[in-house]
Structure formats: structure tokens, C-alpha cells
């Protein structure tokens, strides 16, 4: 098969379009011809490599893709569908959920499966969709119409099930609060904006790009806040929100976290899944006590988290931003685009 892959970690050069051997489904797992890709910022970092990061190369890169099912393995190509054993067939269009849980841990049996203590990330660990096939278990995916769009569900997979463990099962929002989400280019941020509203809360965006701010408008923000006019664009959302602050932030840069923090009415909830700032930085612990605040953490969601944001994703109620595709063995250009934060909403990569 074509896939892209890295001997070495480093810049975009490292990135090869070559020939690599297609995988072969191990038990439980379907093969998948994948037709579309979609990036996240992990690649790049992945790519970059950190210390401690070790994976068995060459690497290759990719959480999100969607295609088609053409192989399952022994067992599960005998079962029929709505035998109870599996609801997968050859043909069968899917969208795979990049969150590798073991299945037997004390946190998966309570199907907390993104706690996992054995816990992969396709593409991060193990290697990824920047190719032609991808053998995965089949609770990794989820069945799509025939007739949906495969770069839609491959652009919406990783960020709106991140998005939608953080602001509904871990911040809890509701209908009639208020949230801000800081950034408005980012697949997880569009993805929170589109959730937000369908929820029906009061939707604040801190941004410091003109253009991006009128499209997180168009996707249903309801308050715009130009960072780059606005040196504390904290005070800007207070006074934006009737002196009042907002219930929830959607933090994923970590380095704006004070004036997150300053944002928050009392009793409100910092919702933080990233930190594309850097992961260090400082905070003033008097604002969590006196403000009576919380940090929630997440990352990814569960199975059947998964399903259920999905499932409003192939209904229309959420509609992926896709920014721009490319073909796979433009990738490289592809990250550059990512990494230099040019781009609103997802890219995508187009395999067959
Ligand atoms: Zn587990």
C-alpha cells in the first residue's frame, strides 16, 4: 500500500510517500481502505518527537479516517449482522475512533475505556491512517450511511468526541449558561462552538484573527472578542456578559489560563483538553479558592460517548468544518498548513 511515513522524527522533510507493507486483521479486527484522513496538531508533535516518546519505525502519522471495510478476520467474516456477534460486513462504510482502550482494565470493564491504563492513540503509539489500509478491532469503528461524506466523519471524529466528553460529560454545561472558548480556528474549538449551541448556551469567542472570529460567528458564536485590540480580553468578557463572567471556559492553550480564571463568574468551570501554548505556566491559586473555581481535565471519550456524538453528526445536528484536503502524499504541506495555525476548522487528507 501508499502510505506516509517518518524513519526519524523531525520537520515536515522527514515525511515519505512510499510503499509500505498493508496489514494484516489480527483477531477481532477489520481491515479498512481508507478514503479520507484528517490531521491533528498530535502529528506534528508526534513527528517532532518528545524525549521519553518511543515507536517502532518507520511511524506513521494519523488519528481520524474513514473508508471502507474490505477484510474482517476469520471469525468475525462468518457472523452476520444482528447475530449479536457483529455488526460489521464487508462493504460497510466506517469512522474510526482513534481511542485505543486494553477492553479488560478496571477502567475500561466500567467503560471509562479513554482512562484506560493500557491506553493507545492510533497514530500516536501505534501507526496511524496516512495510508492506503488500516487493520483496527471493530469496536473501534462506527457503522456510517452509505451516502455520508467520508472526509466529514473522519474530520469530526477525534475533536467533537474530545469536545463532547469536556463540555457535556465533564463541564456539564447547560442550556441557559455561558461559555467562552478561547481560539477560534482549532478542530476542537470548532467543534465546542457547534456543541455549545446545540445545547443552547451563550456562545463568547476570544480570538486574535479577524477573518476566523466572523467564521466562528457563522458556525453560531455569539460574541466575538478580538484579542489582538483587547490587551485583557478577560475584562472584555465580563463586561460582554453583563458584568456577570461566564459559567464555563474552554481553555486549550494552558498559557491564557489567568485570564481565563478572571473570566469565570463564581462557582465556574475551566474545561481544558490541550495545551497548545506550552504546558507549563503560572496560575494565582487565590482566584480557585476565592472564586470557588474548578480545573476539569479530560482527554478523548468513551465507546459510547463516541457513538452517541456521532450519531448526531450523521443526523446534520453537527456539521465538521473542513478547512481544506489534499491528497496524501501532500501531508507535508498539509501539516505545515496546520502547524503555522493558518487554517479554520479540520484538514483533510484524500486517500482513494
Ligand atoms: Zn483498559
Known amino acids: 500500500m501508499k502510505a506516509v511515513l517518518f524513519r526519524k522524527h523531525g520537520g515536515p522533510e522527514v515525511l515519505e510517500y512510499t510503499d509500505f507493507p498493508t496489514p494484516e486483521p489480527k483477531p477481532g479486527e477489520a481491515l479498512i481502505r481508507l478514503h479520507a484522513a484528517a490531521l491533528n496538531r498530535m502529528d506534528v508533535m508526534v513527528r517532532n518527537g518528545w524525549p521519553g516518546l518511543k515507536l517502532e519505525m518507520p511511524h506513521i502519522n494519523g488519528a481520524d479516517g474513514a473508508g471502507e471495510v474490505v477484510a474482517l478476520s476469520g471469525a468475525l467474516a462468518e457472523t452476520k449482522r444482528g447475530d449479536g456477534t457483529n455488526e460489521l460486513q464487508i462493504g460497510d462504510h ?179 483538553v490541550g495545551n497548545s501554548g506550552g504546558p507549563k505556566f503560572e496560575i494565582d491559586n487565590r482566584y480557585m479558592f476565592a472564586k470557588h473555581l474548578s480545573i476539569l481535565g479530560s482527554t478523548m471519550s468513551t465507546l459510547s460517548e463516541f457513538k452517541e456524538v456521532m450519531g448526531l453528526i450523521v443526523a446534520g445536528q453537527l456539521k465538521p468544518v473542513i478547512d481544506q484536503t489534499y491528497p496524501l502524499k501532500e501531508a507535508a504541506i498539509a501539516q505545515e498548513r496546520l502547524w503555522r495555525n493558518e487554517n479554520f476548522g479540520k484538514i483533510t487528507l484524500d486517500i482513494h
Open 94 to 272: 466506517v469512522v474510526i475512533n482513534a481511542n485505543l482502550g486494553c477492553g479488560t482494565c478496571e477502567f475500561c470493564l466500567v467503560e471509562k475505556d479513554n482512562m484506560c491504563l493500557q491506553w493507545h492513540l492510533l497514530g500516536e503509539t501505534v501507526r496511524g491512517t496516512y495510508a492506503e489500509y488500516v487493520s483496527l478491532p471493530v469496536k473501534q469503528l462506527y457503522r456510517l450511511p452509505k451516502d455520508f461524506d467520508f472526509h466529514q466523519a473522519a474530520a469530526a471524529a477525534l475533536v467533537y468526541q474530545t469536545a463532547w466528553h469536556s463540555l457535556v460529560k465533564r463541564g456539564n454545561l447547560q442550556k441557559d449558561e455561558a461559555v467562552l472558548i478561547v481560539g477560534a480556528g482549532g478542530g476542537v474549538n470548532t467543534a465546542s462552538v457547534q456543541i455549545a449551541k446545540w445545547i443552547g448556551a451563550q456562545v463568547v469567542v476570544v480570538g486574535s484573527d479577524a477573518k476566523k472570529l466572523e467564521m466562528a460567528e457563522s458556525i453560531g458564536a455569539d460574541i466575538l472578542i478580538d484579542r489582538s485590540k483587547e490587551a485583557d480580553w478577560s475584562k472584555a468578557v465580563f463586561l460582554a456578559t453583563n458584568k456577570r463572567g461566564v459559567d464555563v471556559v474552554v481553555d486549550n492553550v494552558g498559557t491564557t489560563f489567568m485570564q481565563s480564571l478572571r473570566a469565570l463568574r463564581k462557582g465556574g468551570r475551566l474545561l481544558t
